[in-house]
């Protein structure tokens, strides 16, 4: 796809550093391998190094290049220990119990980007979502003026006639369950400037729902009516308009009938969902009813970039992750 070449050509030139906690996994070796022979990007492979050594071995991965760190031995613990202590002296966290969380890769990757050794990290070929999460909340936290991480898909569709070129973007698809009116102004917002420096889109927000324009009256529904009002006023110069359904957002000719005059209607590249059900399940509709290629989730919101990978992913889906990743590192 021409779009993931011109964002992997990008990460070459932007030559960050990602860090890798699931460095004992082959699909993550097997990855290590191609980005490497690609200058994709730096890597640095978290575990056992007997282990990561054997493994890359036995699926012949390559990955001589690749900093490999033990997070139980190295040198920084007690660094990145009296950091954790600092960023969650409020919580009452301890050295001793510092030092112990960051046994965990998933905990010394975010603490790695918190110090500057590393400028972004994907996991979750093998760790649920919450748990690859978690310490990114925790330590790397929120970019400032946003307080709600979100994960955002970007759905390549065969049919070219939608959205830009045939690219969607589509938001909250992975993390917020249940979002309130200003979390989800906050997620359009987040989602119009990811398409923007991912995708190189002009973004046309649509506020997704059940209604348009008033058409049903439900308190869900007005939900979406005070978020589009909240991301209006957060980001003026944004296109985005709702609440609206689906069609309404897609096709030109219901858009005009249902929204007249709208300059999103009919023309979206941005769905924002009401709702993490309505987010998750939307994209996997479109990815296995329509064949779309789901690129995702690039989580967004974050002080800095760390993606969490679906545990079906590929190793193609983890040089892809690592190349955006890159790029969203700027
Ligand atoms: N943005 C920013 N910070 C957050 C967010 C968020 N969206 N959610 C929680 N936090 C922070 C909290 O403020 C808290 O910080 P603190 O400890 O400094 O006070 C910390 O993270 C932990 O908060 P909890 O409320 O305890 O959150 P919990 O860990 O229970 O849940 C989680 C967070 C795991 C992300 C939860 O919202 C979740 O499970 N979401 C669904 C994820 C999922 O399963 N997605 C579907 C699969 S992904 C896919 O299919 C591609």
């Known amino acids: 796809?021409?779009?993931?070449?011109?964002?992997?050509?990008?990460?070459?030139?932007?030559?960050?550093?990602?860090?890798?906690?699931?460095?004992?996994e082959i699909r993550t070796l097997k990855a290590t391998d191609i980005i490497l022979k690609e200058g994709i990007a730096k890597i640095v492979l978290l575990g056992d190094p007997g282990k990561i050594a054997h493994e890359a071995e036995k699926c012949g991965a390559k990955i001589e290049g690749a900093e490999v760190i033990n997070p139980k031995t190295s040198g920084k613990r007690d660094t990145y220990a009296d950091m954790m202590v600092e960023i969650r002296k409020k919580k009452g966290l301890t050295r001793e119990e510092a030092?112990?969380?960051?046994?965990?890769?998933?905990?010394?990757?975010?603490?790695?980007?918190?110090?500057?050794?590393?400028?972004?990290?994907?996991?979750?070929?093998?760790?649920?979502?919450?748990?690859?999460?978690?310490?990114?909340?925790?330590?790397?936290?929120?970019?400032?003026g946003v307080s709600v991480v979100s994960g955002a898909f970007m759905m390549f569709l065969k049919d070219k006639s939608f959205g830009h070129d045939g690219v969607l973007v589509f938001a909250d698809c992975a993390v917020m369950p249940d979002p309130d009116a200003q979390q989800l102004a906050e997620i359009a917002v987040t989602t119009a400037k990811t398409a923007n420096a991912i995708v190189g889109m002009d973004p046309k927000v649509a506020m997704l729902s059940f209604s348009t324009k008033g058409s049903a009256k439900h308190d869900l529904v007005y939900k979406v009516a005070q978020a589009t009002k909240l991301a209006k006023s957060m980001a003026p110069e944004?296109?985005?308009?709702?609440?609206?359904?689906?069609?309404?957002?897609?096709?030109k000719e219901v858009g005009e009938l249902k929204a007249p005059g709208s300059?999103?209607?009919?023309?979206?590249?941005?769905?924002?969902?009401?709702?993490?059900?309505?987010?998750?399940?939307?994209?996997?509709?479109?990815?296995?009813?329509?064949?779309?290629?789901?690129?995702?989730?690039?989580?967004?919101?974050?002080?800095?970039?760390?993606?969490?990978?679906s545990r079906g992913c590929s190793v193609s889906d983890i040089v892809n992750m690592v190349a955006i990743t890159a790029n969203q590192a700027q």
């Open 99 to 144: 030092l112990e969380m960051l046994n965990d890769p998933l905990v010394y990757g975010p603490m790695m980007i918190k110090a500057g050794d590393a400028d972004g990290e994907i996991a979750g070929a093998i760790n649920a979502t919450g748990d690859v999460l978690r310490p990114a909340f925790q330590f790397v936290k929120t970019m400032p």
């Open 1 to 24: 796809m021409e779009l993931l070449n011109q964002i992997k050509e990008q990460a070459r030139k932007l030559n960050r550093t990602i860090v890798l906690p699931e460095g004992e």
């Open 238 to 251: 944004l296109k985005i308009d709702g609440e609206m359904q689906l069609d309404a957002a897609l096709v």
């Open 263 to 309: 300059e999103v209607a009919g023309q979206a590249n941005v769905l924002v969902f009401p709702g993490l059900e309505a987010g998750n399940i939307g994209y996997k509709l479109v990815q296995r009813l329509a064949g779309a290629e789901a690129v995702g989730p690039v989580l967004q919101g974050m002080a800095a970039p760390i993606n969490d990978l």
